[in-house]
């Protein structure tokens, strides 16, 4: 590809689903047998936080046991030797991306890794277990430290800053990710509305496949290093 500058890469579940993470969508899908009203919304939280910690505390714990891919080492190689702008969107909440080295990141779906006050607002670090009834290590109440998480209903993070960057961009890159849930899946026609070329890599036609101008099919761990080697070798 010629002209590049400005690369926008999106990417999602699938991109960490070699390192061992389960996607939400496949047969194991992640919710394991949970209602997403019941553990993925600011109203089922409200009902039952005690099942909504455990839920993120079993994920939090698996993280632990799991390591970077081929993908996300490939994406972290080309943010230090790329020398346009560029910006990788996540969904996803692990931290496989900045374990790798990547640092033009933003995780707007939030972080398993880190914890929100609904009393002062404070984001933190998880510490430990912090279940239903834990105090705020920045303002010190009990019961109102909630996972960092973009649940569905809300509003997700970044949004200014990825719509200046899909305005920019030159290129677009969704990897692993199915196109189920917006506003994510809509980049896609963003960006390729104001001009950017769009390159899908993922396991299978997602569900905005159609967008792309280039579509690579595969698991992340080969496309992505061999799709990064071309690009880095212009
Ligand atoms: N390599 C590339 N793609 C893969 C791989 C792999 N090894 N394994 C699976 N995939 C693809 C699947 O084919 C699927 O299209 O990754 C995609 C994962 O889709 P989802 O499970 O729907 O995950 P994602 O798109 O990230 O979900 C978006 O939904 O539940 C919410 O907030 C949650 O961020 C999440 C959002």
């Known amino acids: 590809m010629t002209g590049i500058r400005n690369i926008l890469i999106l990417t999602g579940a699938g991109v960490s689903a070699e390192s061992g993470v389960a996607t939400f969508r496949g047969p194991d899908g992640l919710w394991e047998g949970h209602r997403v009203e019941d553990v993925a919304t600011p109203e089922g939280f409200a009902r039952d ?51 790798a080295g990547s640092q033009r990141l933003l995780h707007m779906h939030g972080a398993l890794n880190n914890g929100w006050c609904l009393r002062c607002n404070e984001r933190f670090g998880w510490e430990g277990m912090m279940g239903a009834a834990a105090q705020c290590p920045s303002c010190a109440t009990y019961g109102m430290v909630r996972p960092d998480i973009v649940w569905f209903g809300e509003i997700p993070y970044g949004m200014d800053q990825i719509d200046a960057a899909l305005l920019r961009a ?41 967008f792309f101008d280039e579509r690579r099919y595969g698991p992340a761990g080969t496309e992505v290093p061999a799709w990064v080697d071309e690009l880095l070798a212009g």
């Open 49 to 99: 936080p005690e099942l909504v910690h455990a839920f993120y505390d079993a994920r939090r714990a698996r993280l632990g046991k799991v390591g970077p891919n081929a993908a996300h080492q490939a994406l972290a190689r080309l943010d230090h030797e790329w020398p346009g702008e560029l910006l990788l969107v996540t969904q996803n909440v692990d931290d496989l991306h900045e374990r």
């Open 170 to 210: 030159d290129l677009f890159v969704s990897i692993g990710t199915s196109g189920a849930v917006y506003p994510a899946a809509g980049f896609v026609r963003t960006a390729r509305y104001r001009g950017a070329s769009t390159l899908e890599i993922n396991l299978e036609p997602s569900q905005g496949s159609i």
